[in-house]
């Protein structure tokens, strides 16, 4: 559920190492309305592979494949953690004549499409039927490959809206970020799982029921497919950008010292011992929040919850989520800002039993009717209590990135930081996902199995073609949450004098001019 709020703290290093924009002139967006609106429709198609794939694992879950098969399929969100490993590639790398981010920005969008055209002509059968199963191998590599492309254009945008809009609008990119792609993962994931669902469809837009939503993936892919192409095409042949002055064998040159001297700064920052610290402290923090985090929703869907009504729950709060930031703003412009990423802490471990709670009584909570008005609002109290820490404590981490990174190279300090807490959410919820299985104890329910426990695929067979069924015993969702909350408060312990002790730290010990 928050994937794109992790995703918005990512790569905003060119208008750190530009600095505040307010500080030269005021902002004016007269004259800077196209390129704005630009911007804004460029992050909005990058959220749509985003939104889907959010909204692929929820279709998957009741359609028979293993929480193992899951995590497998979690690995799609990590090209947007790891972008920085192929950033100073696309950044210094360009044919001058076409344009520095245009280079890029063209192929990997029309690249996007045909991926998207051709995904739509088989991923019915990759989903599965009732009597296959769903092609997982090709569900993952497809969406591991449309992301890896969504997050190559990212890198391209954040440096063409540099230079795209005037030096006093630079700082409205970040709003066309964030605003770009809630609106794309909103189409991806809300809109589509709504339209995709015939209980939905039926229920709020048909008078007559259908056995079928109002779209399917195929016909989603195909119709963003189109988008993308049709969008490009008027792209690269009208909007235009500001070319270099340099030739293209001058560029080549330039680019490899620019990439090379890229990644000398980022394995200078490494070597620092306060950022040695901080990146372990970022990679194991969220180890304590990864079975609600990651397992819960899908929990909730293998109980009965309709995955729509799920996926409706991010619309009323994205006023909330705009708001809040700016509402937490005071709590984190001092010394100290990570004092509330630590009242947070505790509140947000809270959520994993919570949560296994209400995974446990919703069957009896639903009935036979779906999901009452008062189950809703139960679920929508929770959803709001975990994304109130959840922004607690995203708010408090990227004030402190902002307050200990080395102005002189800030930007690829920040994203350094952005990336090994991005990072840190992924393998902690892959981990988790992979472990249900591991947890879980099942039996066969055919009376001459009694010693199969369906713990291979090879027994689960086996025990359906003896006419039983493996019934869970002990799900290991339960186990998980009280192994995650017992782990968190234990990190805690260390985590907290840790984090008071970076907090203490001169702004010299985070400057790598000092620590040469």
Known sequence: MSLT??????????????????????????????????????????????????????????????????????????????????????????????????????????????????????????????SEPPSMMILTMSFLMLN?????????????????????NVGHASTCNTVGQTAGFFLGYVLFLALESPYFCNKYLRTVPEDTGLVTLSSFLLFWGWVFIVTTTIIAIFK???????????????????????YKQLYTIVKLPAVRTLALVLFTAKLGFSASDAVSGLKLVEAGVPREDLALLAVPLVPVQIIMPVILAKHTTGPAPLSLWLRAYPLRLLVGPLSAALVALTPTLLGDSGPSYFYLCILMALYVFHQTCLYCMFVAVMAFFAKVSDPAVGGTYMTL???????????????????????????????????NTCATQQETDVCKNNGGTCNIQIDGFYIEVVLCLVAGFLWLQWGKKTIKRLQRLPASAWQIGRNR
Request: glycine share 6%; aromatic share 10%; hydrophobic share 40%.
């Open 148 to 168: 890896f492309l969504a997050a190559t254009q990212d890198i391209a945008v954040d440096g063409w809206a540099l230079t795209m809009l005037k030096r006093c």
């Open 417 to 451: 930081l952005n990336t090994v807490s991005n990072l840190g959410t992924n393998w902690p919820n892959t981990l988790a996902l992979w472990a249900i299985d591991h947890l879980t104890y099942k039996t066969c329910s055919a009376p001459e199995l009694t010693d």
């Open 240 to 262: 235009h950008e500001a070319n270099d002055t340099v030739s293209s064998n001058e560029s080549q040159v330039k680019g490899m010292k620019d990439i090379v001297n890229a």
């Open 5 to 130: 709020k992790r995703k918005r703290s990512l790569d905003k290093e060119e208008l750190l190492e530009n600095g505040d924009p307010s500080n030269n002139s005021q902002s004016n967006i007269k004259g800077d309305e196209l390129n704005i609106s630009v911007l804004l429709f460029l992050y909005t198609l990058q959220g749509i592979p985003l939104g889907l794939a959010g909204a692929i694992p929820m279709l998957l879950q009741n359609r028979g494949i293993t929480y193992t098969q899951q995590a497998e399929f979690s690995f799609v969100n990590w090209p947007f953690s790891v972008k920085l490993l192929w950033a100073p590639i696309v950044d210094a790398m360009f044919w001058p004549e076409f344009g520095r981010r245009k280079t890029w920005l063209v192929p990997v969008q029309y690249l996007i499409g045909i991926f998207m055209i051709i995904m739509s002509s088989s991923v019915t059968s990759w989903l599965g039927s009732e």
